[in-house]
């Protein structure tokens, strides 16, 4: 998994650092969180950022032994969810200090999980304390 850091910058034969993040379902958040990073101390002039996920056997039937595999699709702001959906992904983004079609307007992380399915009624007034930022689900 550590290695496609590295075989990504000798494939497209750039320098600068190259690294790997595993967090689970918060490895792309931190990666991009990471590079704004790498941007703002001028580290860099671009990074290469991105995330993949794959399935295997153990992830699936570790969040089947949760019972937090939803029967449908996923309603992750619904009222109503009755869990989450595993599947596969990849994707990479070129970011930079210049201006572009698409913007990177900010990163966080938190923990404050208390199940994949019903929020907390803490978690429920939170929402308030968003402002613009939360949408209702539909």
Not at 14 to 43: E, N, V, W
Request: proline letters at 7%.
């Amino acid at each position: 998994m550590g290695a496609g850091a590295d075989f990504l910058a000798d494939y497209l034969q750039i320098h600068g650092p190259a690294y790997t993040l595993s967090s689970a379902c918060a490895s792309s958040g931190k990666a991009f969180a990471s590079a704004q990073r790498l941007l703002a101390m001028d580290l860099c002039d671009a990074v290469v950022v991105g995330g993949a996920d794959s399935l295997c056997g153990l992830t699936v039937n570790g969040f089947a032994a949760l019972e937090s595999v939803s029967a449908g699709p996923c309603k992750p702001f619904g009222r109503r969810r009755d869990g989450i959906n595993i599947g596969e992904a990849a994707a990479l983004f070129v970011l930079s200090k210049q201006p572009g079609p698409v913007r990177l307007r900010g990163v966080a992380a938190s923990s404050d999980a208390y199940h994949s399915r019903p929020p907390t009624r803490t978690a429920r007034r939170s929402r308030l304390r968003c402002g613009p930022h939360w949408r209702k689900p539909a």
